[in-house]
C-alpha cells in the first residue's frame, strides 16, 4: 500500500509530488487522482467524472497540465507532480491563486484546483494570453455554478500580476 | 484584509485514506507541513496533527459560547459567537453549495455588530431543527427555494443588534458610562473619554448579559457593509485546496461503498450472483438493500472493480420501459384533454373562438440532470454508544436526520449531521426522501458497524441516477386583442409531479394541481382577461425533482417565447408590448426597462445579429436578459448578456452578480445542449462526454445590473435561470425570424428554408 519508508524497494513506483520523493507499492494502473486523494491525503485535485471531461482533477505533470483520474500511476512514474496544495512557492498563496481571490471567482469552488493549475500552465507558456486564448485554454475545464464571468476575470488579472512580478511568472508550474 | 475562514471542525483526529503510514492528521496536510518533513529529509510524506475540537465542545474561535435561549426572542446566542481572540462566528443554518450564504448571511450579523468584516467566521450549523429551522419551510431545517437570506434576514437582524447591545451593556459595566455615549466601529467599542475595547475583551462580560427582548435594527440609511463590495468569506480555502468537501471526508478504518442501481427506474433486485466481486482484492464486503447491490471495499478503485464483477439479475416488471419518443407521444396524447385546473380567469375558450388572430406553439422541454460537479457522497460512522455521525453536503438535514435514524432504527437526535461544503447542488442534494442518506444508512444498517463508510457516486451514477428535471410538454394558444394586448390564453401542461406522494404534497398542491409545475404561467404577471391554466400528472417511475429554478426552467421559456411571438404577431416592439400588459406590475417594468436602455434594446443590428429580451419573476426576485446572438447558418453563438436584477436590498451587489451571470450560465449550458432521453427504460447519457456543460468558450460577455431597493431582500440562486432560454431564443428569431421553441436548441432547423 501507500508510501514506503525511505529507500524505493522493488516493485514500487516512484515520483515527486510537490517536491518530496513518493514511493507507492500499487499496480501501476491505479489512476494518480486515487493515490493523491486517499493515500497522501491531497485533497485539492477533486473527482469530477473519472473519464478526463471536465479538469476538476488537474494537476501538472512537469509543468504540463494532466487529468489525474486518468493518469495511470505507472505513466507518474519517476515525474515532478505540483497539485494545488505545493503550487505557492512561500507560504501564502500563488500569484494565480491571488488572481482568482481577487476576482471573487469562487461559487462552489470544486471546479478551481483545475482552473488554477491550467491558469498556471497557460501563464508559464504565454505570459499575456488573449481572450480568445483564455478562453480555448480553460474549455476543458467545466464549472457548473457559472462562475465562467469571474474565473476569466481572474486569469487576466493574474496575467497582471505575473506580469508585474518576473520572480512570480518564472515560478509557475515549477516546484516549490 | 481576506478573513481566512474556519469552517465547522468536524470531530476529533483521523487518519488520511486507508494507508497507516502517513500518521494521523485533523485535516489534510498543508504544503508547509510537508515542507518541514522534506526538509528533514524523509522519504515518507507526513502530516503535522492539528489541533481539532467538534463545535459541541468548543466554541469557534476558542471562546466562549453563549447560552442558548428558546422562544422566538433574539438568539445571538444560537447564531453569533465572540471569542476572546476576536473572531465573531456566525452559525451558518444553510448549506452553502457556492451560492455564498457562508459569506451573506455573516454580513448581516456584522452589519448590525458594526464589527469589522476580517474578523468574522463561520460555522455550519447543526441539525437542530428547533433553533436551525428554515423560517420559510416551517419545522423543517433545510435550504431550497432561495429562502436562505430572505428567511434569516429578520432573525439574523436581531442576533447580530442583540449582540451589540450585549457588547455595549457589558462597556457600561465596565466604564460606568452611559450606553447612549457608547460608540462601535469596525469591532471596536469606544467612549469619547478614550476609552476602548476589542469585542474579544468584552466577550465574556457581555455573555453574562440578560439577552434584550427588544432591540433596534439599524436604519438601512446607516448601512456600512451591506450594498458595498468586499471578499467572499470562502475564497482563501476554495483556491488554497484546504476547502473540504464532503467527498475529501476520510474517517480512520473507512471503508468506501459504491451501488450499483438499475438500469431501468422502477427495477428491484431479483437475484445478486456476489462471488466475483467478492474475490477483487481490497473488497470486504457486498450487501443488497432496497435501492440496489453496493460493494464496500478499502478504497475506491477495488469497490469499482468489485462492482463491475457483479452479476445481478433485476426484476424489471414494474420498470419504466418506455423510449423518450413514446414518452412524448404519451403526453401529447394526454394533452388532447383538459387537465386538472391550475387557473381560469374569463372565458379563454369562448374568446379564442371569437378572436381574428389567434397564435398556436408547442414547447417540449427535456429530462435534466443537476449535474453538480462533486457527485453526491456521504460518510457514516457509528459511535460506541450506538448514535450516527453523517457527514455530508446535507441540504435537508431535518429530512436527512429522520430518514436516516428510521432507517437505521434509532431515534433521530441519536444522528448527528455535520454539514460540510458541497461541489454545487441546483437542487439535487435536498430530495423530500433523502435519498442518498438513506442508502448510506441502509448499507451501514447491513454491516455489524465497525467501520465508517463513505458512500460515494461516480458521474455515471450521477447522471443515470434520476432526480431529474421532469420532462414536460406545453401546448398554448393565444389570442391577439384588436385593441392591443393578448385577449386569451390556453396554456396546457404535461408533465411529471415530483410533490405527489411527499411530504410537500399538502402544502404544494393547489386544488388537485402541482403548484411548481405550473409555477410562471399560472401566475403570470401579463394582464390576460382570459386565461386558462391546467396540467396532467405524468407519472412514472422515473425519479425526478426540483432542479434550479423549478418549474421556471420551463414555464419562463414558454411564455416569454409566447410574448414574443405575440408581439410580433401585433407588430409590436417586444419591450413596449410587455409593458402595456404589466400595469399593476412596477418591478418587472423596472428590471425591463433598465435591461433593455443597457443593451440598447431597439438598435439596428447588421444581418446575422439579434438581439432578444425576457423578463420573468421567481422567488420573488424580478430579473430580465437581453442576449445578442450572432446566428451563421446552423451555428448560433450567444454574444453577451445584459441582466437587470431587482432583489430588494442588495447585500452582496458582487454575490448578485455572480450569481445572476451563473443562473444564466447554468440555464444556457442546458437550452443549448442537455437533455436525457431513454431507449427502453435505459437512460443514454452517462457523463460529461454525453452530458455536456456550458464551456468557457460557449459563456457570453455578461453585464448585471441591479435595481436600487429598499424592498426586503430576496434571494439570487435560482432566478437568473428563467430568463436566460427565451432571451436568446428570441434574439434567434430577431436574427432569422425563425422559432427556437423547444430545450434544447435545435439550431439545425434553422438550415431549414
Same mark, same amino acid.
Given at each position: ?176 | ?19 497507516? @503510514? ?35 465542545? %468548543? ?14 426572542? @433574539? ?109 462601535? /466601529? ?50 482563501? /480555502? ?335 416592439? @417586444? ?108 437512460? /443514454? ?17 455578461? %453585464? ?50
Amino acid at each position: 500500500m501507500a508510501p514506503t519508508s525511505t529507500a524505493p524497494e522493488s516493485g514500487t513506483i516512484t515520483l515527486e509530488v510537490n517536491g518530496t520523493a513518493v514511493a507507492f507499492a500499487r499496480p501501476g494502473t491505479v489512476a494518480l487522482l486515487d493515490l493523491l486523494r486517499n493515500d497522501l491525503g491531497l485533497n485539492g485535485a477533486k473527482y469530477g467524472c473519472g473519464l478526463g471531461q471536465c479538469g476538476a482533477c488537474t494537476v501538472l505533470v512537469d509543468g504540463v497540465p494532466a487529468r489525474a483520474c486518468i493518469l495511470p500511476l505507472a505513466v507518474a512514474r519517476g515525474r515532478r507532480v505540483t497539485t494545488l496544495e505545493g503550487l505557492a512557492s512561500a507560504p501564502g498563496l500563488h500569484p494565480v491563486q491571488q488572481a482568482f481571490v481577487d476576482a471573487q471567482a469562487a461559487q462552489c469552488g470544486y471546479c478551481l484546483n483545475g482552473m488554477i493549475l491550467t491558469t498556471v500552465a497557460l501563464l508559464a507558456r504565454n505570459p499575456s494570453p488573449g481572450e480568445a486564448e483564455i478562453r480555448r485554454e480553460l474549455s476543458g475545464n467545466l464549472c457548473r455554478c457559472g462562475t465562467h464571468v469571474e474565473i476569466l476575470k481572474a486569469v487576466r488579472r493574474a496575467a497582471e500580476l505575473m506580469g508585474s512580478s518576473g520572480d512570480a511568472g518564472a515560478d509557475a508550474g515549477r516546484r516549490p | 484584509m481576506y478573513s481566512k475562514t474556519q469552517s465547522a471542525p468536524i470531530g476529533a483526529s483521523a487518519p488520511i485514506g486507508e494507508s497507516a @503510514p502517513i500518521g494521523t492528521a485533523e485535516t489534510a496536510p498543508s504544503r508547509r507541513d510537508i515542507l518541514k518533513l522534506s526538509a528533514a529529509g524523509a522519504l515518507v510524506l507526513g502530516v503535522v496533527l492539528r489541533g481539532g475540537k467538534s463545535f459541541a465542545e %468548543e466554541a469557534p474561535g476558542g471562546g466562549k459560547a453563549l447560552l442558548a435561549v428558546p422562544g422566538d426572542t @433574539p438568539r445571538p446566542n444560537a447564531f453569533v459567537h465572540i471569542a476572546a481572540d476576536d473572531t465573531v462566528t456566525v452559525i451558518v443554518k444553510h448549506l452553502d453549495k457556492g451560492q455564498g450564504v457562508t459569506t451573506g448571511l455573516p454580513t448581516i450579523v456584522a452589519e448590525e455588530l458594526d464589527a469589522d468584516w476580517s474578523q468574522m467566521r463561520f460555522a455550519f450549523a447543526p441539525a437542530d431543527a428547533q433553533l436551525y429551522n428554515n423560517l420559510a419551510f416551517g419545522p423543517v431545517q433545510g435550504t431550497g427555494g432561495s429562502t436562505s437570506v430572505a428567511n434569516s434576514w429578520n432573525q439574523l437582524r436581531k442576533a447580530g443588534a442583540a449582540a451589540r447591545a450585549m457588547l455595549i451593556a457589558a462597556a457600561v459595566d465596565a466604564w460606568k458610562v452611559p450606553a447612549t455615549e457608547v460608540t462601535i /466601529e469596525k469591532g471596536v467599542l469606544r467612549h469619547k473619554s478614550g476609552k476602548s475595547a476589542r469585542f474579544g475583551e468584552l466577550a465574556e462580560a457581555a455573555a453574562r448579559q440578560p439577552v434584550p427582548m427588544d432591540v433596534h435594527t439599524k436604519d438601512p440609511k446607516d448601512f456600512r457593509l451591506i450594498g458595498t463590495s468586499f471578499h467572499r468569506i470562502d475564497h482563501i /480555502e476554495k483556491t488554497d485546496g484546504t476547502a473540504r468537501y464532503a467527498l475529501d471526508i476520510r474517517r480512520p478504518g473507512m471503508l468506501t461503498a459504491v451501488m450499483q442501481r438499475p438500469e431501468r427506474f422502477g427495477a428491484t433486485v431479483k437475484s445478486v450472483d456476489d462471488a466475483a466481486a467478492r474475490a477483487v482484492k481490497g473488497v470486504v464486503d457486498v450487501v443488497t438493500v432496497p435501492q440496489g447491490v453496493a460493494v464496500l471495499a478499502e478504497n475506491t478503485w477495488a469497490a469499482r472493480q468489485g462492482r463491475d464483477a457483479l452479476k445481478i439479475a433485476w426484476d424489471d416488471s414494474k420498470a419504466e420501459m418506455r423510449s423518450s419518443a413514446e414518452m412524448l407521444a404519451d403526453y401529447r396524447s394526454a394533452a388532447q384533454s383538459q387537465g386538472a385546473l391550475a387557473l381560469k380567469s374569463g372565458d379563454a375558450e369562448q374568446a379564442l373562438k371569437s378572436s381574428g388572430k389567434v397564435v398556436k406553439a408547442e414547447f417540449v422541454f427535456p429530462y435534466l440532470a443537476h449535474a453538480p460537479m462533486e457527485p453526491l457522497n456521504c460518510t457514516v460512522e457509528k459511535a460506541a454508544d450506538g448514535s450516527y455521525d453523517f457527514y455530508a453536503g446535507s441540504q435537508f438535514q431535518t429530512i436527512e436526520q429522520a430518514v436516516a435514524a428510521a432507517t437505521l432504527g434509532v431515534t433521530p437526535d441519536k444522528v448527528r449531521i455535520h454539514t460540510v461544503w458541497a461541489g454545487g447542488s441546483f437542487g439535487r442534494r435536498a430530495t423530500p426522501n433523502g435519498d442518498y442518506f438513506a442508502e448510506a444508512a441502509a448499507i451501514m444498517a447491513k454491516t455489524d458497524g465497525k467501520r465508517p463508510v463513505h458512500l460515494v457516486y461516480t458521474r455515471e451514477d450521477d447522471i443515470k441516477g434520476g432526480r431529474y428535471r421532469p420532462m414536460f410538454f406545453h401546448a398554448i394558444e393565444a389570442a391577439l386583442d384588436p385593441k392591443g394586448g393578448v385577449a386569451a390564453w390556453k396554456h396546457r401542461l404535461v408533465g411529471q409531479s415530483f410533490m405527489k406522494g411527499t411530504a410537500f404534497e399538502p402544502v404544494m398542491f393547489k386544488g388537485g394541481v402541482d403548484s411548481t409545475a405550473v409555477e410562471g404561467v399560472a401566475d403570470m404577471p401579463y394582464a390576460v382577461p382570459n386565461l386558462l391554466v391546467d396540467w396532467h400528472d405524468a407519472p412514472s417511475p422515473v425519479s425526478t425533482l426540483w432542479w434550479r429554478s423549478v418549474g421556471h426552467s420551463h414555464t419562463a421559456q414558454a411564455v416569454e417565447v409566447m410574448i414574443d411571438d405575440l408581439a410580433h404577431a401585433a407588430g409590436q416592439d @417586444p419591450v413596449a408590448f410587455r409593458i402595456a400588459m404589466l400595469k399593476d406590475h412596477p418591478r418587472h417594468v423596472g428590471v425591463l426597462k433598465l435591461a433593455a436602455e443597457k443593451a440598447g434594446f431597439g438598435e439596428t443590428l447588421p444581418a446575422g445579429r439579434g438581439r432578444g429580451i425576457a423578463v420573468h419573476e421567481s422567488f420573488n426576485t424580478f430579473v430580465a436578459m437581453v442576449a445578442d446572438v450572432t446566428v451563421k447558418g446552423t451555428a448560433v453563438k450567444v454574444d453577451r448578456l445584459v441582466i437587470a436584477v431587482d432583489c430588494g436590498i442588495a447585500i452582496n451587489p458582487d454575490i448578485i452578480r455572480a450569481q445572476m451571470s451563473g443562473g444564466a450560465g447554468y440555464g444556457l449550458g442546458a437550452a443549448l445542449r442537455n437533455k436525457i432521453t431513454f431507449d427502453k427504460g435505459v437512460v /443514454e447519457q452517462a457523463n460529461f462526454d454525453s452530458y455536456e456543460p456550458l464551456r468557457m468558450s460557449d459563456m457570453p460577455v455578461v %453585464e448585471v445590473h441591479i435595481v436600487p431597493s429598499q424592498e426586503p431582500p430576496t434571494g439570487v440562486g435560482e432566478p437568473g435561470v428563467p430568463p436566460v432560454a427565451p432571451a436568446v431564443s428570441n434574439a434567434v428569431f430577431a436574427a432569422t425570424g425563425k422559432r427556437l421553441r423547444s430545450l434544447p436548441f435545435d439550431f439545425d432547423s434553422l438550415g431549414n428554408a
